[in-house]
């Protein structure tokens, strides 16, 4: 499985922005889907989660109601549709996939398949 994250860039507080995450190779091993994104000097964390077979979706707390994440099959694609950017928000956003049968839940780690981060800066 591949993943080719884009869509990120510099904007002001308030934006909007919608990075991109096409998908190729043996999708039918995947579990679940998510945008993780590390700030500088701070751990990785969950910004957003989709399981692959029912589409059930996971934000973490400080982005829900500002945040979407969607997929299109016919493109396989996931987006992340996010809004009201705050400075916060600034970071190295990855989308990554998780292989079935892997331990925990599809919010959590770990992920076995990470495409290359896009950055996001939102600054006034």
């Known amino acids: 499985v591949q993943l080719q994250a884009s869509g990120g860039g510099s904007l002001q507080p308030g934006g909007s922005l919608t990075l991109s995450c096409v998908i190729s190779?043996?999708?039918?091993?995947?579990?679940?889907v998510a945008w993780i994104r590390q700030a500088p000097g701070k751990e990785r964390e969950f910004a957003a989660a989709?399981?692959?077979?029912?589409?059930?979706?996971y934000y973490m707390d400080s982005v829900k109601g500002r945040f979407t994440i969607s997929r299109d099959d016919n493109k396989n694609a996931v987006y992340l549709a996010m809004n009201n950017l705050k400075p916060e928000d600034t970071a190295v956003y990855y989308c990554?996939?998780?292989?079935?049968?892997?331990?925990?839940?599809?919010?959590?780690?770990?992920?076995?398949?990470w495409g290359h981060g896009t950055q996001v800066t939102v600054s006034s």
């Open positions: 190779g043996r999708t039918s091993s995947i579990y679940s």
């Open positions: 990554a996939a998780k292989r079935r049968f892997r331990p925990n839940g599809f919010a959590e780690p770990p992920y076995d398949w």
């Open positions: 989709l399981r692959w077979g029912d589409s059930t979706t």
